[in-house]
Nanobody
Framework: QVQLVESGGGLVQAGGSLRVSCAAS????????KGWFRQTPGKEREFVAA????????YYADSVKGRFTISRDNAKNTVYLQMNSLKPEDTAVYYC???????????????????WGQGTQVTVAS
């Protein structure tokens, strides 16, 4: 069992930056693939970024590529999502997730993750 707690969300102006964090606890919490998804009301949860347990491979949605960076610090059991050049369309609840499989087709789908955090709200004002 893995518990995930997100933090760092908030309100930021368009063009600004924000870093959200996800602290993991539980046995072997660092051995999982970690991902970030986001969701707005009435829409399906959308893949944002993922990182393998070693950090050697990262994956990004086209909509955030070049602006967002995912990283992890296994010593702190924490994964980060650095968001730069934010746009109003980035406004959403951001969820952290942990999964077992690092296949590139699996990590971009919500079904590829077994554990989820409660989410943190990110609002980008225009």
């Amino acid at each position: 069992q893995v518990q995930l707690v997100e933090s760092g969300g908030g309100l930021v102006q368009a063009g600004g930056s924000l870093r959200v964090s996800c602290a993991a606890s539980g046995r072997t919490a660092n051995s999982y693939v970690k991902g970030w998804f986001r969701q707005t009301p009435g829409k399906e949860r959308e893949f944002v970024a993922a990182i393998t347990w070693s950090g050697s491979s990262t994956y990004y949605a086209d909509s955030v590529k070049g602006r967002f960076t995912i990283s992890r610090d296994n010593a702190k059991n924490t994964v980060y999502l650095q968001m730069n050049s934010l746009k109003p369309e980035d406004t959403a609840v951001y969820y952290c997730a942990a999964g077992f499989y690092s296949n590139s087709y699996v990590v971009i789908t919500s079904a590829g993750y077994a554990y989820w955090g409660q989410g943190t709200q990110v609002t980008v004002a225009s």
